[in-house]
């Protein structure tokens, strides 16, 4: 997106005040995006980490894991992210 941009301002041959102010527009526009990226990053860390804690609970208690993986699951079958 940043490769994009500079060249999409090289063709430019004068600059205003509103064209600034949109060009600040779109890129916060990006920035949110990076955001929600990075909490999707984080949502389904989380997950792969509880995921693999399972199989160390299972050696401890055969009904619990299969009752976490059923919750983890539940965890994705919802989309927690509004962008």
Same mark, same amino acid.
């Given at each position: 997106?940043?490769?994009?941009?500079?060249?999409?301002?090289?063709?430019?041959?004068?600059?205003?005040?509103?064209?600034?102010l949109?060009?600040?527009?779109?890129? &916060?526009?990006?920035?949110?995006?990076?955001? $929600?990226?990075? !909490?999707?990053? %984080?949502? #389904?860390?989380?997950?792969?980490?509880?995921?693999?804690? &399972?199989?160390?609970?299972?050696?401890?208690? $055969?009904?619990? !894991?299969?009752? %976490?993986q #059923?919750?983890?699951?539940?965890?994705?079958?919802?989309?927690q992210?509004?962008?």
């Open positions: 997106m940043w490769v994009n941009h500079h060249s999409m301002f090289s063709t430019i041959v004068r600059i205003d005040r509103p064209l600034l949109l060009n600040l527009l779109r890129l &916060t526009g990006v920035r949110l995006e990076r955001r $929600a990226e990075w !909490a999707a990053v %984080i949502r #389904f860390s989380v997950g792969t980490v509880v995921y693999a804690a &399972t199989i160390g609970i299972a050696y401890v208690s $055969a009904t619990a !894991a299969p009752a %976490i #059923f919750l983890l699951a539940g965890y994705y079958a919802f989309e992210i509004t962008a």
